[in-house]
């Protein structure tokens, strides 16, 4: 491999990197997003392939689930949190982001 190509590869790799898309959703009450539960407070979420990585803006803490990408072809002026109660506890059913026409399901 020459120098060139890798020099290309490590800055495409890095491009990918920066342009990685955060959003950040606010939960009023104890949530539950696809397999895991989600505390009440400020979360960025992020795309890793199919999976929402959220995490706890104040403590850090990385909570990881399998999601399903639709675009909806209507771009959303800002990122929503869909939600629904089954058996007493919140479930995050869908995410809008913001600034796209990707909607990320979370329903079971």
């Known amino acids: 491999m020459t120098t060139k190509s890798l020099l290309l590869i490590t800055t495409l790799a890095l491009a990918g990197i920066a342009n990685a898309k955060s959003y950040d959703i606010t939960l009023s009450q104890p949530t539950k997003a696809g397999s895991v539960q ?4 400020s979360y960025s979420l992020k795309l890793q392939g ?14 990881t689930t ?3 990408m639709e675009d909806t072809g209507k771009k959303f002026d800002a ?3 869909i939600t629904d109660t089954k058996d007493g506890d919140n479930h995050i059913m869908s995410v809008h982001l913001g600034g796209s ?3 990320l399901e979370l329903g079971d």
Not at 51 to 59: L, V, Y
Request: without cysteine; positive net charge.
């Open 38 to 41: 989600l505390a009440a407070g």
């Open 79 to 81: 990122t929503a949190v």
């Open 50 to 63: 199919t999976n929402a990585i959220f995490t706890n803006t104040q403590t850090g803490k990385r909570f």
């Open 101 to 103: 026409t990707m909607t």
């Open 66 to 68: 399998a999601v399903k």
